[in-house]
């Protein structure tokens, strides 16, 4: 946590930084556009604070961060998984200078660099292992990785080099979306960016829109949907598929950050952006005909429909969300789709007070990724606020999944 009780709500955390800031809620209600009523109740968890870009104006009028607010998690609990030290020697690989520059000799000290089709198979399996939502398996096999894919890359020439550039683009993509799932914002940025560096060295397009894919997100979760937007526009022309010539890869990729772009727009609130953005990458998902996985994109029709619910709910229209969602068949996908649709449901359902249903498909969707519902900042807000507002002692179920959450004492 970032120096304040993980088991405070996001109205929690606003008081809790006010405080510290020294303003009273008539102030801060001036500074966000809002009335003094309207933070008391936030502050008091009578409004539901789950529009992120709400959140964001009142991180920017406090001077803290959006994941100061949200309280993400940014442990990976140790286990049968993991090592004591996998998100240490993960920064520490990120952080190592002789990764910067072609001066020093970067990856393994000793031995020879591993093979290519072994780094493949290693990288294959990382990005599984994400989909899986095996967040701590991935994380603590990260650091070697990406040290074998640098080394790769300096071992290796001609053609032989451009594959290496491209697997170590997957392999900082595969550090950018476990280090984005647990809270490190400004890792999984740096992660992103190193790998698009090294996607555009390999040549590969389809990376190249798989790399800025993860930007957007990062872009998106640190609050910066107009940045995230304006990276959408310029992508669009570099990535947008023709008629005969691009390859199943590209158009999924064009497809899936499409997907991100209409997260951004409707965290932003432009509806008619969401509308255009989700019909562009409907026509992607028509192309392929089919749901595939193309470069561990997930993209097809399912994940447009997927994406539909989600900026439906971001949106706050969470009547279509509870109702769209429920129709939607996702088994079909990995796990970390469809825990994460379970997700926007459960959320839609109790905007619509209907808190017994989203609590069972809250714990319908920890029994498939455990690690997933600890560590999104959807579940644990669900949970909290349940707690809080709970007028008699809470059932036994809700009990014991606060505390499998750590979000209760």
Known sequence: MRGISDTLTIGERVAWYRRRRGLSQDVLAGLVGRTTDWLSKAENNRIELDRLSVIQTLAGALGVTVGDL???????????????????????VLMDYRTLTPLFTAGRQEGEPIG????????????????AARYAWVADRLPELLASALAATHAHHGAERDEAQRLLALAYQATAQVLGKVGEAELAWMAADRGLGAAQQSGDLAVTGSLLRSVMHCLTSTGR???????????EMLLRPTESESSGEQVAVYGALHLAG???????????????????????AQRLGADSNELWTAFGPTNVAIHTVATAGELGDHQIAADLGQRVDTSGLPVERQVRHHLEIARALAARNRGDEALEILLQAESIAPEQIRHHTMS???VLRWI?????????????LAHRLHVVD
């Open 70 to 92: 949200l309280g993400e998690p940014t442990l990976v609990n140790w286990g049968t998984d993991t090592g004591r030290h996998a998100l240490p020697d993960l920064r520490a």
């Open 116 to 131: 290519l089709v072994e780094l493949h198979r290693d990288i294959s399996a990382s990005m599984d292992g994400y989909q």
């Open 225 to 235: 949907f107009d940045a995230a937007l304006n990276l959408l526009e310029d992508a």
């Open 262 to 284: 209409a997260m951004a727009a409707a965290r932003a609130g432009n509806r008619n952006a969401v509308r255009d953005i989700l019909g562009r990458a409907d026509q992607a």
């Open 388 to 400: 809080r507002n709970s007028r008699a002692r809470p059932g036994s179920n809700l009990t014991a």
């Open 380 to 382: 644990r807000e669900l």
